[in-house]
């Protein structure tokens, strides 16, 4: 059983920054990639980062140039570095992975409130 789990999730005000970890336990096989999903209130979920198997990474434009996405595979951990916070970016982020038979798996999200 693959399970994700987020954490680093928090209030910050505008301009600061916060790091998000996904920490995935269980035996997945194929791997394709690991994503970043946010959710706010009112609002459709939205992919916001990437990161493949083969350490290829892609943001949405709402990010690029904000937030970075990582990984450390010895801990099977995905990270996700927020700075220049803004409120817009105020949701519950999800940690998500999808294996190439179309498999994904979610964890259950982390809270991120941004102040102005």
């Known amino acids: 059983q693959v399970q994700l789990v987020e954490s680093g999730g928090g209030l910050v005000q505008a301009g600061g920054s916060l790091r998000l970890s996904c920490t995935a336990s269980?035996?997945?096989?194929?791997?394709?990639?690991t994503r970043w999903y946010r959710q706010a209130p009112g609002k459709q979920r939205e992919l916001v980062a990437q990161?493949?198997?083969?350490?290829?990474?892609t943001y949405s434009d709402s990010v690029q140039g904000r937030y970075t996405i990582s990984r450390d595979k010895a801990k099977n951990t995905v990270f996700l570095q927020m700075n220049s916070l803004k409120p817009e970016d105020t949701a519950i982020y999800y940690c998500?992975?999808?294996?190439?038979?179309?498999?994904?798996?979610w964890g259950q999200g982390t809270q991120v409130t941004v102040s102005s």
């Open positions: 998500n992975a999808a294996t190439i038979t179309f498999q994904e798996y």
């Open positions: 269980g035996t997945m096989f194929g791997l394709y990639a």
């Open positions: 990161i493949t198997s083969g350490g290829t990474t």
